[in-house]
């Protein structure tokens, strides 16, 4: 066997077993376990705002993974999720290296797109699973402190105010991106429509569009708050999740606003429950 052919029999073993039938179990137990969080955080802000935005929890993924430890069995439940979370990173990782599913999956964009995914799940996987081994400070950690903290040490750097703008601006573009997508409702193809009862593709079309859009004005509030913190050069402008929907309550709408939102971040945790039913892995 010449040196070519043997690189080319390993490649082809190292994709199939990226499109194996564990790897799409892990990403199937990854949407599941988004799907947790976001229903967790969806209830954590509820609770928020009916206490008036001052109280009722951290509703964040910080205070997601605080509330399962607190449960009965708290401790492998969070060792569940961390692991489904792996299952996801590693997923996310073959995407990378091989390609997503479809016509376009192969395109360099996707696979960039995919390899940042992938060190996101990554990371959320290691600080749950830090959390359930006794490191309390890794997985329940404030987003707001560490936005705060990142965007102080930010500013100080020089051209820290254009660095820390342009990601505000990245932020808030990425929100109103993932906005308009569920709107469109591209995420159509991603799942085997086909397969979905008439019923089941108006309960997953509602779930989409709702929880998308919710999802993708949290994340584009929270950039704006990022771009403000750099014009006024203040870093205590900068919020995580919790502060961004604690805000919320705070238009003129009054904690109502809140309320929708938490219902459409819980409505984006049963998309995340239909994606692990019907995503094509």
Known sequence: MTPRSATKRAQGQAERAANSTAVAAGARAGFVARGVIYMLIGVLSLRIAFSGGGGGGQAD???AVAEIA??????????????????????RLSEAAFGQAGPDGRKASKRAMAAGR????????????????????????????????VTARALDWPGGQWIVGIVGVAVAAAGVWIAVRALMRKFHKHLTMSEMSKNARKAVDCVGVFG?????????????????????????????????????????AGPWLLVLTALGLMAFGVFSWANARWRKV
């Open 118 to 149: 992938f060190v996101f799940y990554g990371f959320v996987s290691y600080s749950v699973l830090s959390y359930a081994a006794g490191d309390e400070g890794s997985g329940s950690g404030s987003s707001d402190k560490s936005s705060q903290d």
């Open 70 to 91: 607190h449960k009965p069995f708290g401790t492998v439940l969070l060792y569940l999720l961390g692991t489904a979370l792996a299952g996801m990173a590693l997923w």
């Open 61 to 63: 993924r910080g205070g």
């Open 212 to 252: 998308g859009t919710a999802r993708g004005a949290v994340f584009a509030v929270a950039g704006a708050f990022a771009l403000t913190a750099a014009v006024q050069h203040e870093p205590g402008r900068a919020k995580g999740m919790d502060d961004t929907l604690r805000a919320f309550t705070g238009t003129p």
